[in-house]
């Protein structure tokens, strides 16, 4: 039941570049997305959001894009450093049901 | 430190077994999620309550069940334990009384069932 998928397990940018994390969901009832990053033996943490309502938001170097008539999402994060190093999750919710993909690690190479 | 409580950090127990993960959430936070995060799987939605009703629910096995508290603090129980209920168990909670907003996670319990 993969309502939320993140196809790329994995991604290595150099620091500095644009890092471009891709999301795609099927169920047409999501009207909440979210970005989360996990380190190692910690909690996800809350990056970012959008609302159904909007196709971009900002935060600092993260940006989200929504395109619902594709049913995609992608995380930018401009410019990438070496802390940005994790797993993210992209999160889609629609009421109190909130499902996550896979996770895409991503490495950013000093 | 998001505010959300877990224990135990790691249980380490035998097929057949039972055991119960505990999390106390955010002060104030009314909404508790449990989620089981297998080897390089994703977050698996298990269940959610909110002040105390069940009010979604995911592939939450019937071996599996849940519930909270007064307290506002969660149990998820797994019984007739499998090697493959193996995984790190996520609570999350969050201020939201609607719907799923943000999430607030815990660093998990890690389950190793042998």
Not at chain 1, 8 to 33: A, H, K, W
Not at chain 2, 103 to 111: A, D, K, P, T, V
Request: charged share 20%; glycine share 8%; hydrophobic share 35%.
């Amino acid at each position: 039941d993969q309502q939320v998928k993140q196809n790329s397990p994995s991604l290595s940018v150099q620091e500095g570049r644009i890092s471009i994390l891709n999301c795609d969901y099927t169920n047409s009832m999501f009207d909440y997305f979210l970005w989360y990053k996990k380190y190692p033996a910690e909690g996800p943490t809350f990056l970012i959001s959008i609302s159904s309502i909007k196709d971009k938001n900002e935060d600092g170097r993260f940006t989200v894009f929504l395109n619902k008539s594709a049913k995609h999402l992608s995380l930018h994060i401009v410019p990438s450093q070496p802390g940005d190093s994790a797993v993210y999750f992209c999160a889609a919710s629609a009421g109190y049901d909130m499902r996550f993909g896979a996770g895409t690690r991503l490495t950013v190479k000093p | 430190d998001s505010g959300v409580t877990q224990t135990p950090k790691h249980l380490i127990t035998a097929t057949g077994q039972r055991v119960t993960l505990r999390c106390s959430p955010r002060s104030g936070d009314l909404s508790v999620y449990w989620y089981q995060q297998s080897l390089d799987q994703g977050l698996q939605f298990l269940i959610q309550y909110y002040n105390g009703e069940e009010r979604a629910k995911g592939n939450i096995l019937e071996r599996f069940s849940a519930q909270q508290f007064p307290d506002l603090h969660s149990e998820l129980n797994l019984s007739s334990l499998e090697l493959g209920d193996s995984a790190l168990y996520f609570c999350a909670s969050s201020a939201q009384s609607y719907r799923a907003g943000e999430l607030f996670f815990g660093e998990g319990s890690r389950l190793t069932v042998l």
